[in-house]
């Protein structure tokens, strides 16, 4: 079964601090995996797409990466403006998108 | 560029009554998609459409329904709303194979 796994579901983070989310995916036939952030009550905004393994993105202070089984956002020195929630998709066969349940970021001052 | 347009944005109705949502899809994209988006269940995968055609279907019940008009717009429609019906629901656009573009959601409340 196609699924997608995010974790942690939730983490605290100081400003400055850096850290790394994971999304792991069992999917088979991966054409892309996207990432999204999310701000309460708002709808996905578009961060990234990889397509293969080894393929790396990056956006001010966000890059993420991809194997065979799993990507991590990783998060460089964090402001608070990045608290949001981060969500992974994996795109399969057929135009089928599968959503994990989400990392929500919080980033102290 | 224009981005995805979700009317309306807020809805109040009762149990048993229906509701109809509406997207605009990003100009030149021909796949709509729609999710129900709760805290408990995250995002759920309703349908998605593609040139006036159902392409994909998620495991919702039959009071869930859509439809794709010929210039991509798309509507949804839930029948005998039910409390937990309750929920964000967001439409996502895109060319083929390519990634997905969301629009702020309609927010519906079942009282």
């Known amino acids: 079964e196609d699924q997608v796994t995010q974790s942690p579901e939730a983490l605290r983070l100081q400003e400055g601090e850096s850290s790394s989310l994971n999304c792991s995916y069992t999917?088979?036939?991966?054409?892309?995996l996207f990432w999204y952030r999310q701000d309460p009550g708002k709808g996905p905004e578009f961060l990234f797409t990889?397509?293969?393994a080894g393929e790396e993105k990056e956006k001010e202070r966000l890059k993420a990466t991809l194997t065979k089984k799993e990507s991590f956002l990783h998060i460089t020195a964090p402001k608070p403006e990045d608290s949001a929630t981060y969500l992974c998709a994996v795109q399969a066969p057929g135009n089928q998108f599968y959503f994990g349940t989400g990392t929500s970021l919080t980033v102290i001052p | 560029k224009a981005g995805v347009t979700q009317t309306p944005r807020y809805l109040i109705k009762t149990r048993g009554q229906q509701v109809t949502l509406s997207c605009s899809p990003i100009s030149g994209h021909r796949s709509v998609s729609w999710y129900q988006q709760t805290p408990g269940q995250g995002l759920q995968f309703l349908f998605e459409?593609?040139?006036?055609?159902?392409?994909n279907k998620g495991n919702f019940p039959g009071r869930f329904s859509g439809r794709q008009f010929s210039n991509s717009r798309s509507e949804m429609n839930v029948s005998t709303l039910e409390l937990g019906d309750s929920a964000l629901y967001l439409c996502?656009?895109?060319?083929?194979?390519?990634?997905?573009?969301f629009g702020p959601g309609t927010r519906l409340t079942v009282l």
């Open positions: 990889l397509y293969s």
């Open positions: 459409y593609f040139s006036e055609t159902q392409r």
């Open positions: 999917v088979s036939g991966l054409r892309g």
């Open positions: 996502a656009s895109s060319k083929p194979s390519s990634e997905q573009f």
